[in-house]
């Protein structure tokens, strides 16, 4: 009992967190910058979200290149953009057989950027809505608002970002995001996390 009740503080702490990140967004405050491992924060929301994974069947797989230079943002946003590329994941293989349910979840060090990479196995993304994607409203949910992938997108430019979906040849789809690692003034070297 003593660990649920941890698990629902600690759940509740982080939406309020992310609430308050989303709400400085909206109004353009300065975010919390910090120094932020990738990495960690991947497997965080990969944590948060595994009893969502396995209600839902779905297999999160994690392929994370270390060690990964450290970038700076709010860790609480970055949080969030995982958390709806996963969720989407999740929602666009619902009507695959459970043995076709996976997503991977990758990290790398791209030309001075740390990209994440979330790919699933659902029906990937006809052409012409590539380009529609991270539009506000737009939607191709019954029930959806259209905003997750609008938000996610603001959080990356915010983070002097980008973020990108394409097909994968394999089938499925890939959403992809990169963050500027810093250089070190003096040495022109980044600092790296174990």
């Not at 529609?132 to 959806?144: A, E, N």
């Amino acid at each position: 009992m003593r660990r649920i009740m941890e698990n629902i503080v600690r759940d509740d702490k982080r939406a309020t967190d992310v609430l308050t990140s989303l709400r400085s967004l909206v109004k353009r405050e300065e975010k919390a910058e910090e120094q932020v491992a990738m990495n960690a924060v991947v497997e965080d929301v990969a944590s948060i979200l595994q009893s969502e994974a396995m209600l839902r069947n779905v297999t999160i797989e994690r392929d994370l290149d270390e060690p990964l230079p450290l970038i700076i943002g709010d860790p609480t946003q970055l949080r969030q953009v995982i958390l709806n590329l996963l969720m989407n994941a999740f929602d666009v293989m619902s009507f695959n057989p459970p043995h076709r349910r996976k997503v991977i979840l990758r990290t790398r060090m791209v030309n001075q950027s740390v990209q994440v990479a979330v790919k699933d196995l659902g029906p990937g993304i006809e052409a012409e809505r590539l380009e529609l994607l991270f539009q506000p409203f737009y939607t191709t949910k019954d029930s959806g608002m259209g905003m997750g992938l609008a938000v996610s997108s603001a959080i990356v430019k915010e983070h002097g970002g980008r973020i990108w979906a394409e097909n994968n040849s394999g089938g499925g789809a890939i959403f992809c995001f990169s963050l500027p690692v810093p250089q070190n003034e003096s040495e022109g070297n980044v600092h790296f996390y174990y």
